[in-house]
């Protein structure tokens, strides 16, 4: 690698020597490589045109032929053939052509044609170097260490296909969201970050000092108050997209920093509001995806609606055979969890013991979208009282 970096030096400096500015301010582009295929994806193999281009992205291969030469470009839309011949750019600027590197950023001004085997390509007639890569990107088969991909996600989106796929499939998922709410009359806000004491969830915070009040403050950990207090002041649908921060464990499946969507919405219960969930997910995955059938654990599940609603303790009973409800004598609640290799903790209340039974033995087994309701209330901060059962709570995962 430092072998390496020194020989990109090296090429600035000799770059310089010769008056060529590496790191240009601007490049004025007519193209994206998806705007090309949408124009000229029909072009039969072996197509010259006269139609002129300005197209500009990373150089992600480089393949030398003699008198010619081929690149790939590619912009934040896909990627671009270049057909580099030496007999258009001269004898000079095709060699300066092939001193690039893997990672360059190149603008080129070209035309449009099809290769005999059909690949759309720009003919090079010019070219710029927009900036000059000091490191060499990864192999392009991509990044496979899971420690590399996410503590350089920059370089794992530059060779991965996969990563820049779901990084796209999330930002329309969320756009979509976004989208939904806004046309059911929902207000989105942006509540504070900073807060005296956490609050609206169960997790360890970050903690902070604002020094101008001389106070320790705590970076959120949910965003269920304000927007609650936002119902107070009279706002009937409030919704954020916040991001929120929990003091607690990290894997390549949970990061301390995240992002929340909470809404709320006045005059309606918690049917109302799995009805509102289960369309909004199906919705996301249509316009993500264009379908809602998604693949899990190399199986397709439909995320269309209606989804199955299930109570935890019917659940429980359906994977288990046994009955279990918070009214239950906590001995016989211990006794259930042991015979089902449950471990629980002494202090635990009924509540908690039979969330611990779903959790340890239904749970893993669930597939599908599917609703989960009417939880133990001793589990259940900040949630209605069931109005069937004073031991459970009007809350659905």
């Given at each position: 690698?430092?072998?390496?970096?020194?020989?990109?030096?090296?090429?600035?400096?000799?770059?310089?020597?010769?008056?060529?500015?590496?790191?240009?301010?601007?490049?004025?582009?007519?193209?994206?490589?998806?705007?090309?295929?949408?124009?000229?994806?029909?072009?039969?193999?072996?197509t010259?045109?006269?139609?002129?281009?300005?197209?500009?992205?990373?150089?992600?291969?480089?393949?030398?032929?003699?008198?010619?030469?081929f690149?790939?470009?590619?912009?934040?839309?896909?990627?671009?053939?270049?057909?580099?011949?030496?007999?258009?750019?001269?004898?000079?600027?095709?060699?300066?052509?092939?001193?690039?590197?893997?990672?360059?950023?190149?603008?080129?001004?070209?035309?449009?044609?099809?290769?005999?085997?059909?690949?759309?390509?720009?003919?090079?007639?010019?070219?710029?170097?927009?900036?000059?890569?000091?490191?060499?990107?990864?192999?392009?088969?991509?990044?496979?260490?899971?420690?590399?991909?996410?503590?350089?996600?920059?370089?794992?989106?530059?060779?991965?296909?996969?990563?820049?796929?779901?990084?796209?499939?999330?930002?329309?998922?969320?756009?979509?969201?976004?989208?939904?709410?806004?046309?059911?009359?929902?207000?989105?806000?942006?509540?504070?970050?900073?807060?005296?004491?956490?609050?609206?969830?169960?997790?360890?915070?970050?903690?902070?000092?604002?020094?101008a009040?001389?106070?320790?403050?705590?970076l959120?950990?949910?965003?269920?108050?304000h927007?609650?207090?936002?119902?107070?002041?009279?706002?009937?649908?409030?919704?954020?997209?916040?991001?929120?921060?929990?003091?607690?464990?990290?894997?390549?499946r949970?990061?301390?920093?995240?992002?929340?969507?909470?809404?709320?919405?006045?005059?309606?219960?918690?049917?109302?509001?799995?009805?509102?969930?289960?369309?909004?997910?199906?919705?996301?995955?249509?316009?993500?995806?264009?379908?809602?059938?998604?693949?899990?654990?190399?199986?397709?599940?439909?995320?269309?609606?209606?989804?199955?609603?299930?109570?935890?303790?019917?659940?429980?009973?359906?994977?288990?055979?046994?009955?279990?409800?918070?009214?239950?004598?906590?001995?016989?609640?211990?006794?259930?969890?042991?015979?089902?290799?449950?471990?629980?903790?002494?202090?635990?209340?009924?509540?908690?013991?039979?969330?611990?039974?779903?959790e340890?033995?239904?749970?893993?087994?669930?597939?599908?979208?599917v609703?989960?309701?009417?939880?133990?209330?001793?589990?259940?901060?900040?949630?209605?009282?069931?109005?069937?059962?004073?031991?459970?709570?009007?809350?659905?995962?």
């Open positions: 690698m430092t072998d390496e970096r020194a020989q990109r030096l090296a090429k600035i400096e000799a770059l310089r020597a010769r008056g060529i500015d590496v790191y240009p301010v601007r490049f004025d582009r007519t193209h994206t490589a998806a705007d090309l295929r949408d124009r000229y994806g029909a072009l039969p193999p072996g010259e045109t006269d139609d002129e281009v300005r197209v500009a992205g990373r150089v992600l291969l480089l393949r030398r032929q003699g008198r010619l030469s690149a790939n470009i590619r912009d934040g839309t896909g990627t671009v053939q270049l057909f580099v011949s030496r007999a258009d750019l001269g004898p000079d600027r095709h060699a300066a052509f092939d001193e690039l590197d893997l990672g360059d950023w190149l603008g080129v001004t070209g035309t449009v044609m099809t290769t005999r085997r059909g690949e759309l390509s720009v003919r090079v007639r010019d070219f710029s170097l927009l900036a000059k890569a000091l490191r060499p990107l990864p192999k392009w088969h991509g990044l496979t260490d899971p420690e590399t991909r996410y503590r350089q996600r920059y370089a794992d989106l530059a060779v991965n296909e996969r990563a820049r796929r779901v990084f796209e499939i999330r930002w329309a998922a969320v756009r979509s969201l976004r989208e939904q709410l806004h046309a059911a009359g929902f207000v989105e806000v942006e509540g504070p970050v900073l807060h005296e004491q956490a609050g609206g969830a169960a997790a360890r915070p970050f903690v902070t000092h604002h020094r009040l001389d106070v320790h403050l705590v959120r950990i949910a965003l269920e108050l927007l609650k207090r936002l119902l107070v002041a009279g706002y009937e649908k409030v919704f954020e997209i916040g991001r929120v921060f929990r003091n607690e464990g990290i894997s390549t949970h990061n301390p920093e995240f992002t929340m969507l909470e809404l709320y919405e006045a005059f309606v219960d918690y049917h109302a509001m799995m009805d509102r969930t289960e369309r909004l997910v199906a919705q996301a995955a249509r316009d993500a995806t264009g379908s809602t059938v998604v693949e899990l654990d190399g199986e397709p599940v439909d995320l269309a609606p209606p989804w199955p609603r299930v109570t935890m303790r019917d659940a429980i009973r359906e994977h288990t055979g046994r009955d279990v409800h918070p009214s239950f004598p906590p001995a016989r609640l211990r006794e259930t969890a042991a015979e089902l290799g449950v471990d629980v903790a002494p202090q635990w209340g009924p509540g908690a013991v039979m969330l611990e039974i779903y340890k033995t239904v749970e893993p087994r669930l597939r599908g979208p609703f989960v309701c009417d939880y133990p209330a001793e589990v259940s901060p900040l949630a209605r009282r069931h109005r069937a059962d004073p031991h459970l709570v009007e809350r659905f995962e």
